[in-house]
């Protein structure tokens, strides 16, 4: 199976950035198509962007679109998520998930622990 780890999360203020970074590892990273997802407290898990194994396919929910962007580095086994323009809505526990490009979290096959975002206004 694969395992994965995200890292980056943290406070920021509206208008701010963060990259947030998912490792990778077991079974070949580019063989799987990468997505992430968000929750709130209180709130259903919320699919935010995906892409596919070789990166030239990505999916983003309307809410991000121009503001965040997925992109990997399958030879460090690694997925990353930059947020720009971050709003309070933003504030979420973020996760990584591998095995689907869909916004149907059961689709996915493995996740990470999740990283907190929080963003101040």
């Known amino acids: 199976q694969v395992q994965l780890v995200e890292s980056g999360g943290g406070l920021v203020q509206a208008g701010g950035s963060l990259r947030l970074s998912c490792a990778a590892s077991?079974?070949?990273?580019?063989?799987?198509?990468m997505g992430w997802f968000r929750q709130a407290p209180g709130k259903e898990r919320e699919f935010v962007v995906s892409i596919s194994w070789g990166g030239d396919f990505t999916y983003y929910t309307d809410s991000v679109k121009g503001r965040f962007t997925i992109t990997r580095d399958n030879a460090k086994n690694t997925v990353y998520l930059q947020m720009n323009s971050l709003k309070p809505e933003d504030t979420a526990v973020y996760y990584c998930?591998?095995?689907?490009?869909?916004?149907?979290?059961?689709?996915?096959?493995?996740w990470g622990q999740g990283t907190q975002v929080t963003v101040s206004s």
């Open positions: 077991g079974r070949t990273f580019s063989s799987y198509n």
């Open positions: 998930a591998a095995g689907s490009t869909t916004m149907r979290a059961k689709e996915y096959d493995y």
